[in-house]
Every structure is written in C-alpha cells, then in structure tokens.
C-alpha cells in the first residue's frame, strides 16, 4: 500500500496539564474539572462543557465492549504505545490533535485562553517533537484577542510547527466576528507570511457540541458538526478573506468532504445569478478559490472522492480519528482496502488520498508543500 497519513487523531493530554500549567490567579477562568454533586463537570471558565457520574462506568462500544473512547489505550497516551498502535493499523505518519484543548475556545478571558494554549502547545511540542517524520504538531490558537493570536502563530511556526486550530464554529454568542469579517485580515496574514495551516476540527467552538436532547441526538449532534465547517468555509470564501490571502490554507477535520462540492457548486451558482448584490467581488470564482486554498478530513465518505472534479483531488484527505469509535482504528487497513471500490480513478490519486495530499499540506519531511517554495 502507499504511504498512509492520517489527516486526524488525537492524544490525551496529562489531566492537570490545563490547570496546573496556569498560574493559579488564571484557573478558574481556563479547563479545569469541578467535583460536585456526585458528578465530574468539565469547565471553561464558568461554561459546562461536559458532565459525567462519578461512579458510573463509561458506556461499552462495539462487538469487542470496549469503554468509551478507549481512553485506556497507551497510544492515547504516550508516543511508544501510539507507534505500536500506528504500525498495527497500518498508518505511517499523522497529524495529532487534542483532547481536552478542544474546549479551550470557549474560554473568555484573554489571559487564560493564551496561556491555556502556550501550556498545550509547549506540552504538545515536548512530547512529539523527536518524532518528525511521524507526528505533525497541530497547536491551539487564543483568538479572544488577535494580537495574541498573531504573536502564539509567530512563535509556532519558530517552533516548527506547520498547522494550527481556529475554532471550527464561531457562536454568534462568542462575542468573536464572523469568519466574513475583515477583522480577521491580521490573522490570515501571518498564518500566510509564517507557512501555518488552518485547521478548523469538528466541535470547536460550539458551547454545547450534545444540543440535540431529543429523538435521534446521537446522531444528530455528530452529524451537524459537518455543518460548521460548511458554514465556516462559506464565510471564508464569501467574504472575501481566502482571497485576500491566497497562499492562507484552510482544512476542515473530522467534518466529512462530500459536502465541500455541493458548497462549491451552490456558492458560484448563487455568485454568478446574484452578481448585481455581491460584495465583495472576487478575483476567482468561489469553487477556485475552494480548490486552490481548501481541504477536507473524512473517514468512510466515498461521495467526496467522486466529486474530485469539483473540489480538485488535493482537497480530500483520508483521516483515522485514532482512536475514537466513530473513526476507523484498529481497522484502518480493511477500510483503505476498499476504499475505492466501484471508483474509477488512478493509482496517484489513491496515493494521494490515502497520503500524499495531507503530508505535503502539513510539510511532512520528504514530501513537497503545497503552494510554497
């Protein structure tokens, strides 16, 4: 088989890394665990982000019964065990994100979101770092206030990092602007003058990612999250702010991609009809702008590798979400086996699916970058 990255996994950080990193004046407005009540609350400062019974065990999954999130797992934990893991399941190289930071943009106190993101950043550099050719470190960005966002970019990219998280959805109660606002033109530029990728993962940014209380919530809390990075993109492209920034790219994770075409389609079908009200006008057309600056994680999501015409084959790249049950570990080799099935496509575009597309986005060693010298 080709060289396979995984465009999405995650690692569990130590659990008083977010709390005992902070200065203690910091805590209570950053991640932190409250116990009470018989229930352990996960916090961002005064919001809920998570509620579990302490003495209830978590929930078993799957034919095998396994916890929940097998959080038990050392590759979850630590770089030995995740390599055991990777060469199992048959993944070379992959991008890694965090577990408890995923929360952080929901944290409202400038100071403590940057230093909630230094902490998780100089963590995340310290344990992967000696694995380059394995591991792409993916840092959390502040965004309370862009002149710490723009400085956390600067020092990243001297750290080497090539990819950083904005927040996947901005909640018109966040008090943040839009991604169409031009508010967001200093962020863009150093993300393009310093070579970081965007990232926007599923669920970030949302205050409640289980809103859905009713019949179907399971799967209707995951299955909305797509929509973020549909909304997010929309914005993006629309308002003018990928275009400003042509070498600035974006990625959507654990998102899907199929939808990434219908939204190229619909957004230059509507561009060209409505052209007497658009504002701002753009130097390409949206679906360009797309192909050019966009891409997008899946894990079982066939549509979008038919739809490649579209978005352009660079934009689709195949993620595990190691190690999560909705993802594809410890069966990735049997899923890469059939993922082109029935498809009618040449051997370097699976190579680049399955690989090639996110290790030279993210400026893996020994695969070119995309876009840059």
Partial sequence: MSFVFSADGHIIEPSDLLTDGLPPSLRPYGV???????????????????????????????????EFGRGNLRGHREVAGRLLDMEMDGVDAE??????????????NP??????????????NKTLSGHPDR???????PVRDFG??????KRLAALGFTAAMLPSLIEPSSGLPTYNSEAW??????????????VLHTGTGREDV????????AVINYTIQACDGMHSIMHLVAGGVLDRFPDTRVCCIESGASWLAALAERMDEVYEAHDVFVRPKLSLTPRDIIARQVACSFQFDRACIMARSVTGTKAIMWGADYPHHEGTFPRSREVLAHLFDDIEISEQDKADIIGGNAARLFRLP???????P
């Fill in 32 to 66: 932190r665990a409250e116990i009470r009540d018989g229930f352990r609350y996960m916090m961002a400062g005064d919001k809920i982000t998570s509620k579990a019974a302490l003495h209830r065990p978590p929930p078993r999954m799957g034919k095998d019964g396994e």
């Fill in 95 to 108: 991008i890694v994100f965090p577990s408890l930071a995923l929360t952080a943009f929901l944290i409202e």
């Fill in 111 to 124: 100071e403590a979101e940057l230093a909630t993101a230094q902490v998780y950043n100089d963590w995340l």
């Fill in 135 to 141: 591991f792409v470190r993916c840092g959390v960005l």
């Fill in 148 to 153: 710490n966002t723009i400085a956390e970019i």
């Fill in 185 to 198: 033109d200093p962020v863009f530029a150093a993300g393009q003058a310093e070579g970081i990728v965007f």
């Fill in 210 to 217: 289980r809103s859905q209380k009713g019949p179907g919530g």
């Fill in 366 to 372: 020994g695969f070119a970058p995309i876009g840059r």
